[in-house]
């Protein structure tokens, strides 16, 4: 599942391979080719940037837009090495400098110019980026405050609140934050705000560096909460029923 921290290694894996490079860009599946994706070959690889579950490849006037929803991925392989999967299911291949980076599936991959992406809804619209550098908690409680009536676990998903924040982020942070998912926005405090935004910049930052870890609740409904024993517990949230994972005791509900 592709959230900030992933695409934030993708650009930085982009970085360490192909920036710098003049790409050959080629399209095995229609889908790429409906894309444009020849149009980068012969172009050089300026720059890779991560905003929130988007990857923003510069190729100067152009830049290639990538979003892996929920099942896409990027891969990278030494030139001549076998992919893990069929060429021909490739939407993207770019190659340079002794790598092949190979794009399969996705609900976004498409061609920009330059001077327009920042004006393109899917970026300019995007919250606070829970991993950018200039992080600041206090812009992520203003954008939250202007949704009051949200539930905190269904409010850290809107990407237009906060960027990056995926499901599995989304329950973890609220558990080291000792915080009900379920509370209104509005019921919380500043600092409780703060504190989630918090949690959850810790967690990706360190998942972007080190690799993800054990989950403390993500997918052990029933299982043993680490702090106190509760079995976890896990119900679907919000509009997309996104499955919520917390515990009772560790995250209680507030009281009055």
């Known amino acids: 599942m592709a959230e900030g921290d992933t695409i934030l290694r993708l650009a930085r894996r982009f970085e360490a391979t192909l920036v710098g490079e003049t790409v050959a860009a080629s399209a095995p599946s229609p889908r790429g080719r409906a894309a444009g994706i020849e149009r980068l070959d ?7 940037e991560a905003r929130g579950k988007h990857l923003l490849l510069g190729f100067g006037d152009l830049s290639l837009h990538s979003h892996l929803g ?10 001549g090495a076998r992919w893990r999967r069929p060429r021909s299911s490739a939407w993207a291949v770019l190659s340079g400098g002794g790598w092949e980076a190979v794009e399969f599936g996705g609900p976004t991959l498409k061609l920009v110019a330059a001077g327009r992406l920042r004006r393109d809804p899917q970026i300019s619209r995007l919250g606070p980026d829970v991993l950018a550098a200039d992080f600041d908690p206090d812009a992520v409680i203003a954008a939250m405050r ?3 009536s949200r539930g905190l676990g269904d409010a850290l998903l809107d990407q237009h609140l906060v960027a990056g924040i995926g499901n599995i982020f989304k329950s973890e942070a609220c558990f080291a934050a000792r915080l009900d998912p379920w509370q209104q ?8 705000l703060r504190d989630v ?3 959850a910049n810790d967690l990706m930052r360190e998942a972007a560096e080190q690799g993800r870890g054990d ?6 409904a029933g299982r043993p909460c680490p ?14 029923n996104r ?13 009055g």
């Not at 926005?185 to 409780?192: F, H, M, N, S």
């Not at 515990?247 to 507030?254: G, I, S, T």
Request: hydrophobic letters at 25%; glycine letters at 10%.
């Open 42 to 48: 012969g172009r050089r690889l300026e720059s890779a």
């Open 70 to 79: 929920m099942n896409g991925g990027w891969h990278f392989y030494r030139r």
């Open 146 to 148: 202007a949704d009051p």
């Open 185 to 192: 926005v509005d019921d919380l405090t500043d600092g409780q």
């Open 197 to 199: 935004a918090q949690a």
């Open 215 to 220: 989950r403390a609740v993500y997918k052990r």
């Open 227 to 240: 702090r106190c024993g509760t079995p976890i517990r896990s119900r679907g949230q919000g509009d997309a």
């Open 243 to 255: 499955t919520t994972y917390w515990c009772p005791v560790c995250q209680p509900p507030a009281s």
